[in-house]
Structures are given as structure tokens and as C-alpha cells.
């Protein structure tokens, strides 16, 4: 499902040239559970975004699903991301403007869900992640834990074939992270 060979990953930091990523190999196959771990700053997220077709390498090839990322265009890297991706960042990213149910809603509505159905969806997703009595909060309103929920519940509302969780249940007490963890399974 994922094959990376020899990716690199360099930018500038002022004047200073910062390696996230040298000559990082590996396959992920279908149906495989994959935890990446390190230290701050060793490049995790870097790579995260780059499997996640947020962000080219520098150099070295990514295969998803047999297609060399690098030569897909933007409107094919936005409907694999749409389509077969889900995440889940560190920060959340989740629309200060929007409740819950529409946050997790806006995956769906670029998937050309119907209103009706993607409500429905998002709805029982929100109720998954233990949140059905706050789906007409809006961020703010929420805490910590329940702002991870509800970015988790969008990134799983679309049944994606994967799914990047840059520590997904940092937000969580463990019995909540034991069943999100569930979810993901």
C-alpha cells in the first residue's frame, strides 16, 4: 500500500539547511497498524505529511496504492487525500466557526456526500467517539479531549483506507484512549 525508497526531506531554516528526513525506507501493507516514534524534531510530522501527500520529499520515491505520488497532479493528490486519507493532527485543525457536526461534515461535503447523508454520518461518528450530547459545540466550547474526538471522528467519517494520527490520544485519559484506539482498529 505504501513503499518509500531513500526519502529526503531538507529546508532552509534562515541560513541554516535542516535534514528532517535522509534516506528513510520502508512498506507499509494493507491492513497494517504502524506506530512511528522518536524524539522531538526527528522528523515525524515531516513524514507524516509527506505520506499523507501534504508535502514532496526532496528526493527518494513514494508509491501509494502502486502510483508514484510525485507524478500525480494536485487535483489527483486532493481527491487520494479526500478519498483514502484520514488524519488526525497533533493541533487538531478543526474550524473555530463550525460545530462539531460540521466539522466533521466537511470531508464528506468534498466527497460530494449529500447534506442529509453526511449529517447522518457525522452524527453516528460523533456519537462513536462518545460525544453525541456536544455535536453543536463549537471548538471553543470544548476541552482538550473532546476537540481530539472530534477531529478523530472526522478523519474516520469517510471509512478511509488510512489513516495518520500524529499522537492521536495525547489529549486523552487512558480509558478514553483505549477505545479511540479501538476505533482506529
Request: charged share 20%; net charge neutral; proline share 4%.
Amino acid at each position: 500500500m505504501i513503499r518509500i525508497d531513500q526519502l529526503t526531506k531538507s529546508y532552509q531554516s534562515g541560513s541554516i539547511a535542516v535534514n528532517a528526513l535522509a534516506g528513510v525506507s520502508f512498506h507499509i501493507k494493507q491492513n497494517e497498524f504502524v506506530a512511528i516514534m522518536g524524539p522531538s524534531g526527528s522528523g515525524k510530522s515531516t513524514l507524516m505529511n509527506i505520506l499523507g501527500c501534504l508535502d514532496q520529499p526532496t528526493s527518494g520515491n513514494y508509491l501509494l496504492n502502486g502510483s508514484e505520488v510525485s507524478a500525480m497532479s494536485d487535483d489527483s493528490l486532493a481527491n487520494v487525500r479526500n478519498r483514502d486519507i484520514g488524519f488526525v493532527f497533533q493541533t487538531f485543525h478543526l474550524q473555530p466557526r463550525l460545530d462539531a457536526i460540521r466539522n466533521v461534515m466537511l470531508p464528506l461535503r468534498y466527497s460530494d456526500v449529500d447534506k442529509a447523508t453526511a449529517k447522518e454520518m457525522a452524527v453516528a461518528m460523533l456519537t462513536r467517539v462518545g460525544l453525541g450530547d456536544r455535536m453543536h459545540h463549537k471548538p471553543s466550547e470544548l476541552s482538550g479531549g473532546q476537540r481530539q474526538r472530534v477531529a478523530i471522528a472526522r478523519a474516520l467519517v469517510n471509512n478511509p483506507k488510512i489513516i495518520f494520527a500524529d499522537e492521536p490520544t495525547g489529549n486523552l485519559d487512558s480509558k478514553t484512549s483505549v477505545e479511540i484506539m479501538d476505533l482506529f482498529g
